[in-house]
Nanobody, 122 residues
Framework: EVQLVESGGGLVQAGGSLRLSCAASGFTFDDYAIGWFRQAPGKEREGVSCISVYDGITYYADSVKGRFNISSENAKNTVYLQMNSLKPEDTAVYYC???????????????WGKGTLVTVSS
C-alpha cells in the first residue's frame, strides 16, 4: 500500500521557520519525484517545490525561492521542506505527492498524502 505521511505543520509567527517531513512507503522511492503542494482557504492547490529523488534536481515556485529548501534523505524514504522567513500568505494545508517526473502541476502526481496545516500569524 502506497503511503505518504506529512508531519511538522503548526502555528508560527511571521518570520519564523518550520520543517515539514514527508515519509513515503509502498513504492520505489528512488524512482520517483516528490513534490510539495499547498492549498489556502478559498484558493486552488499550487505547487511549492519538487525534487527528483533519483538525480536531486529541485524546483521552486517563485513565491518561495530563497526562503524554502527541499531535500531528500533516501535512506529514510523521506523528503523535507525547510520553510524559513514565513509569511502570513504561506498559510495553507501542505501536501506531499509522488509522481514519475518532477512537476509543479498537481495532475502529474500519482500519490498524495493527507496534508499538514501550516498557519503563519502576523
Amino acid at each position: 500500500e502506497v503511503q505518504l505521511v506529512e508531519s511538522g505543520g503548526g502555528l508560527v509567527q511571521a518570520g519564523g521557520s518550520l520543517r515539514l517531513s514527508c515519509a513515503a512507503s509502498g513504492f520505489t522511492f528512488d524512482d520517483y519525484a516528490i513534490g510539495w503542494f499547498r492549498q489556502a482557504p478559498g484558493k486552488e492547490r499550487e505547487g511549492v517545490s519538487c525534487i527528483s529523488v533519483y538525480d536531486g534536481i529541485t524546483y521552486y515556485a517563485d513565491s518561495v525561492k530563497g526562503r524554502f529548501n527541499i531535500s531528500s534523505e533516501n535512506a529514510k524514504n523521506t523528503v523535507y521542506l525547510q520553510m524559513n522567513s514565513l509569511k502570513p500568505e504561506d498559510t495553507a494545508v501542505y501536501y506531499c505527492a509522488a509522481g514519475p517526473v518532477a512537476t509543479m502541476m498537481s495532475y502529474g502526481m500519482n500519490y498524495w498524502g493527507k496534508g499538514t496545516l501550516v498557519t503563519v500569524s502576523s
